[in-house]
């Protein structure tokens, strides 16, 4: 490792992260403009949700949330695309390594061969982005390959906080506040972030509960207590035994989600009207995966992936354009966080 100075964190003296152009001392412009191009691709490649949301991400700061994605892709697929657990280790233990080399030392000297690590350092260096959400989203993917299942929501939460939350403080930190903003909000922002990460991964648990569960190795993250509340196991909501049951169990979890998207709403007014358009494109696609749950909650178990069409996608993504023009930013949560059933009354 160099033993240059640390990469410290930049000092957020204001709010607006719009004039901040990502810069690396000892790489060119022209191996760094490579560097992001090649994240780009990734996330294009790669985001699917994400991608129609954070495309619409203004420059610079669009390159910068591609090269975030691009990191934890890179991470994901290190673990995923290991079959033995040792070696599963082993490449975390490697991909942290490499991650701790950016934080830690100069990124021009230390940095591994890949233009992703380039991108990566410069985004670090150039926004105010706290290397402890850096630390946790690792701990997320160890957290995957040690999975054992949650006892309680609680433990549940700390893990979606790690993998989740964890991306939307980094992503606000690259986009930037809303002038006027005073860093007491910027601080509420935080806990805002928070909620909204949470919304978006309890939301993909139950979309993907019987992938996960089908899977080679089975992953159920729908914590014990919550299934025997409901006296039921993570076998009969996979057959959809005792169907009053399932849907309880299904409507509890889409509550709980649709209370973190409405008690996280106000992190929409004080992000930077240029980066609004992603965050509310984001939030609509994944809501409404969630919607199409409430609406059929035995979709879990039945019919293929939950998934929004692309012409949906991209009408969202269109809309969101249009109100960012317009700076028209109507509610996108239910009220109360309560979520309406297909049929129920207005």
Avoid at 70 to 87: C, E, H, Q
Wanted: net charge neutral; proline share 5%; charged share 25%.
């Amino acid at each position: 490792m160099s033993s240059a100075t640390a990469l410290s964190i930049p000092k957020l003296t204001a709010p607006s992260t719009a004039g901040v152009v990502p810069r690396l001392d000892g790489v060119s412009d022209q191996r760094l403009a490579d560097a992001f191009q090649s994240a780009r691709e990734i996330a294009r490649a790669r985001a699917r949700n994400f991608y129609y949301g954070l495309r619409l991400t203004p420059e610079p700061r669009r390159s910068a949330v591609f090269a975030i994605y691009a990191w934890m892709r890179f991470g994901d697929d290190r673990v995923d695309d290991t079959r033995d657990l040792a070696d599963k280790r082993r490449e975390l233990d490697s991909f942290r390594a490499a991650t701790e080399s950016i934080l830690a030392a100069d990124p021009a000297t230390s940095a591994p061969d890949s233009p992703m690590w380039l991108a990566l350092a410069a985004t670090l260096r150039s926004y105010p982005i706290d290397h402890t959400h850096i630390r946790a989203m690792i701990d997320g993917l160890e957290e995957d390959i040690d999975h054992a299942g949650y006892e309680s929501i609680e433990d549940l939460e700390r893990y979606c906080y790690r993998v989740a939350s964890t991306v939307g403080l980094v992503c606000v930190s690259i986009w930037g506040f809303r002038a006027g903003v005073t860093i007491a909000q910027c601080r509420d922002a935080t806990a805002l972030s928070e909620r909204r990460g949470k919304a978006f991964q309890l939301t993909n648990i139950l979309r993907d509960f019987a992938e996960d569960f089908d899977a080679e190795h089975a992953r159920v993250y729908l914590p014990r207590q919550i299934l025997e509340s409901h006296r039921l196991t993570a076998a009969d909501l996979r057959a959809w035994r005792e169907p009053s049951r399932c849907e309880a169990l299904v409507m509890e979890l889409a509550t709980r989600a649709k209370g973190h998207y409405a008690a996280s709403s106000p992190l929409d007014e004080l992000i930077d009207p240029a980066c609004r358009s992603t965050l509310y494109a984001m939030t609509r696609i994944y809501e409404g995966l969630l919607d199409l749950i409430i609406a059929r909650p035995d979709r879990l178990v039945r019919g293929g992936r939950i998934r929004l069409s692309s012409a949906t996608k991209a009408t969202i993504a269109a809309a969101a354009v249009v109100r960012g023009g317009l700076d028209w930013w109507p509610a996108t949560t239910t009220d109360a966080g309560a979520p309406r059933r297909a049929g129920d009354g207005a």
